[in-house]
């Protein structure tokens, strides 16, 4: 069964720093488009950063960028998000996602597979 396993989340003081995981199973592996979102309790889900497996083209959200950096481990099959600077705005539930086809795309409804999500939480 495809599934994806968020794990790294955790507390932080604005200003810090958290590195999140993803390890991808099943046919999920074989998905070429991998994304990180987050939603924050009773707002949208929110697109973060996206990247294509094979070629590692890389987009982010403007309200990250210069902050996190996406990266994988093709050979693991582990989707990872460094996240520096950490702001309370930051605070959500993170989850990643796979899509099939669909690279670059911060839109949730084009992703087929997503993770459990792992809890962010930044004070100030």
């Known amino acids: 069964q495809a599934q994806l396993v968020e794990s790294g989340g955790g507390s932080v003081q604005a200003g810090g720093s958290l590195r999140l995981s993803c390890a991808a199973s099943?046919?999920?592996?074989?998905?070429?488009?991998m994304a990180w979102f987050r939603q924050a309790p009773g707002k949208e889900r929110e697109g973060v950063a996206t990247?294509?497996?094979?070629?590692?083209?890389?987009s982010y959200a403007d309200s990250v960028k210069g902050r996190f950096t996406i990266s994988q481990d093709n050979a693991k099959y582990t989707l990872y998000l460094q996240m520096n600077s950490l702001k309370p705005e930051d605070t959500a539930t993170y989850y990643c996602?796979?899509?099939?086809?669909?690279?670059?795309?911060?839109?949730?409804?084009?992703?087929?597979?997503w993770g459990q999500g792992t809890q962010v939480t930044v004070s100030s």
């Open positions: 990247i294509v497996r094979d070629d590692g083209r890389i």
């Open positions: 996602a796979a899509s099939p086809v669909v690279c670059g795309t911060l839109y949730p409804s084009n992703y087929d597979v």
């Open positions: 099943g046919y999920t592996v074989r998905y070429y488009c």
